[in-house]
């Protein structure tokens, strides 16, 4: 990336990790709430990287910027999580330029998501772009990158069916209580945490289990009573929670917390208890299965479940990944006309110095000299000519290098970095 005049430093790199090789666990402590986010793009900005971008979610945290060395990035997402550099290394990836920018187009556009055509990353690509455009983090790489992505996802999104069908991690829980649970309807279901993932599960259960034996529990409750409100579902207080799972049948937790919020303690029943636990890192204690007549199910366990709607989804891989191939093009089509941009302005300047020393020499050799018309007539040709150069650096069978080379030579350019 050298040549492109974007940075200070010569590689774009990212790193991170993700639900290939991490689990929760693992996952869970590299995660990063918005706090720590803001903090990670201060402390990266006092070290020198000025281009940035972070992204956390429940299968994937990564950092994706400019640095003379990946062990920068690196540093910054273990100094800011609970994470260790050794940990870290076990089951993490690093990519590189190219490969860093292809590794971002597939996560954007859904092919390198838990469950194939999921497209919550993007919104999440989108906060984190103006997040870091908030701390001036974002330079025109980093800007161009993302609309390319998002673009890219936009297209895959209308012109195949990539994400058709109701397949994301809230219809994959529904999915899995449908297969295991019989009598659904007649049987009570808690849900604990009311976030997004908390949110689409609970339409889900509504639209697809008929049941209207749904309780809603969040720390906050008027964020559980708007969305009770919506389907008519009952409330009850945070204090009521243990009360409230005795009587469940079915415990769905998506609180999000960086800590178990269900404890064994919590727990006493008498019949069967199904929990699905959706938050990363895992919200519901690892030893509650030793519980009598309680079964756990993890979001990762769901999100291995393979059904004919994400076997119908393979089948447009192909289609998407042209769709990528046709953006990333046009991104490295912009990114090389980087590579020129200062040559252009050297040469823009030079030929800019001559016109006002030749319009300075006519002006005082001619007494009806009309300077004024003169210089609109000339800054017209120098936008022509500049215009031919860059149109000639453009295209694809030129030796670029070789012609900016001769450029500078011709014009004796003294060219900025």
């Known amino acids: 990336m050298k040549d492109y005049h974007i940075s200070r430093h ?3 790199y990212t790193i991170g990790l993700n639900y290939k090789k991490a689990d929760a666990e693992v996952r869970g402590k590299f995660s990063l709430e918005e706090t720590a986010m803001d903090k990670l793009l201060v402390d990266a900005k006092a070290i020198g990287i000025d281009g940035l971008l972070v992204t956390s979610t429940c299968n994937r945290t990564e950092l994706h910027g400019f640095a003379q060395h990946p062990f920068q990035l690196i540093k910054l997402l273990c100094d800011n999580t609970q994470g260790t550099v050794e940990e870290f290394q076990e089951v993490a990836y690093v990519y590189k330029n190219n490969d860093a920018i292809g590794h971002l187009f597939r996560v954007g556009t859904g092919l390198d998501s838990q469950i194939l055509g999921d497209f919550e990353i993007i919104s999440q690509l989108r906060k984190a772009f103006n997040r870091s455009k908030r701390h001036n983090m974002a330079n025109p790489f980093v800007e161009r990158l993302c609309n390319s992505v998002i673009q890219a996802s936009k297209r895959i ?12 991690v809230a219809f994959a829980s529904v999915h899995y209580i449908l297969k295991n649970v019989p009598n659904i309807s007649q049987k009570n279901i808690l849900l604990f945490g009311t976030g997004k993932i ?5 339409e889900n259960l509504i639209k697809h289990t008929k049941n209207p034996h749904i309780t809603l529990i969040n720390r906050t409750k008027d964020k559980a009573e708007k969305i ?4 008519n579902l009952t409330v009850k207080d945070y204090g009521e929670l243990q009360s ?3 009587n469940a049948d079915i415990l769905v937790v998506a609180t999000g917390a960086h800590h178990p919020t269900v404890s064994k303690e919590l727990i006493y029943t008498k019949k069967p208890l199904l929990i699905l636990d959706l938050s990363v890192p895992k919200n519901v204690a690892d030893d509650v299965v030793e519980l009598d007549n309680v079964t ?3 979001l990762d366990q769901l999100s291995q479940m393979t059904d004919e709607t ?20 046009d991104f490295i089509q912009w990114l090389e006309t980087r590579k020129f ?25 001619m007494s009806d000299f009309n300077e004024e018309q003169a210089d609109v007539i000339t800054n017209r040709i120098i936008q022509k000519i500049t215009k031919q150069f860059a149109n000639h650096l453009k295209e694809t069978h030129t030796d670029a290098d070789d012609s900016l080379e001769l450029i500078q030579k011709v014009f004796q350019l003294e060219v900025k970095s």
């Open 10 to 12: 010569n590689s774009f």
């Open 157 to 168: 999104k209308n012109e195949t069916e990539l994400s058709s069908g109701a397949t994301s």
């Open 198 to 202: 908390g949110r689409n599960t609970c």
């Open 228 to 231: 009770a409100g919506k389907f």
């Open 244 to 246: 409230e799972i005795r």
């Open 296 to 298: 756990l199910i993890h």
């Open 310 to 329: 994400l076997e119908r989804r393979k089948q447009f891989i192909p289609q998407a990944e042209a769709i990528i191939e046709d953006i990333k093009c």
């Open 341 to 365: 941009a200062p040559v252009i302005s050297a040469l823009k300047k030079k030929l800019k110095t001559m016109k006002d020393e030749e319009l300075d020499y006519q002006a005082k050799k």
